[in-house]
């Protein structure tokens, strides 16, 4: 009877821990994120101070090498243009029209017009070119002036700058045909760049370092912890809610 007993107190004493345990486990990513201080992550991120270090210089390196040899550079080639307008007065003489906001209105027009299939074609026609796919291009206008800034950019800095100046050509002669617009002359014409304009290598370069910054930290968090290991005494006081009274020295051989 004795034994049997204590076998069933025993019995009952090793659920008891197998669930106190269960429920520690379950818990253990909330609890991780909930006591985690600044200075204990900076205790691990020290313990993996060579991953922390050498990730993200891997990453800016390769980024690097990336850019610098499979990356070409790219130049930008940009003309600007001035949008002239005209109106009919009552006697039917023509004079420059001086309303700020109808030519603002008209600029914003002639820059849509810039980027339209029509314009874009003949600017391919002229130049004996299918398309201008291999070029990227942009146009910027101010909301107080009617000069309309044309840029082009593309692998060779002189074609940059021919299908700028084409492009100029094509939409004056556009603008005039499908709006009440006198002219659009040109201001500056596009010159072929001497400096490339892009890739912004350095850019990338600082941004792989500090994604390989940020991905070094999170194996350092997610390695710790995916370890389920207790290691401190103060670990053992909160997984079973039990004061600690005494400590087992390590034998020889670290068992």
């Known amino acids: 009877m004795p034994h049997a007993w204590h076998a069933s107190v025993l019995f009952s004493r090793m659920g008891t821990i197998r669930r106190v345990l269960f429920e520690a486990c379950t818990q253990m990513d909330e609890r991780f994120f909930e006591r985690m201080t600044l200075l204990e992550l900076l205790q691990l991120l020290r313990k993996r101070l060579a991953l922390v270090i050498a990730l993200p210089i891997v990453c800016a390196l390769a980024m690097g090498a990336y850019s ?38 008209l600029t914003n027009d002639v820059a849509t017009l810039i980027k339209s299939d029509r314009v874009m074609g003949d600017t391919a026609k002229a130049l004996s070119m299918q398309s201008l796919a291999g070029f990227d291009v942009a146009i910027t206008s101010e909301t107080t002036t009617r000069v309309i800034t044309l840029s082009v950019t593309g692998e060779d800095a002189d074609a940059t700058a021919v299908v700028a100046n084409k492009l100029a050509e094509s939409a004056s002669s556009v603008a ?48 710790d912890m995916l370890n389920t290991k207790v290691r401190r005494v103060e670990e053992v006081e909160e997984l079973l809610g039990l004061p600690v009274i005494g400590r087992m020295p390590a034998m020889k051989g670290g068992r």
């Not at 029209?97 to 209105?105: G, I, K």
């Open 68 to 105: 610098y040899f499979f990356m070409s550079n790219t130049y930008t080639a940009s003309t600007s243009l001035y949008v002239l307008t005209k109106t009919e007065t009552s006697n039917g003489s023509s004079n420059m029209y001086s309303d700020l906001n109808a030519s603002q209105l």
């Open 176 to 223: 005039q045909e499908v709006m009440d617009i006198q002219s659009v002359n040109v201001i500056d014409k596009a010159v072929a760049p001497v400096n490339p304009s892009g890739p912004n290598r350095p850019m990338y370069v600082a941004v792989a370092l500090m994604a390989g910054l940020f991905l070094a930290v999170a194996i350092v968090v997610v390695a």
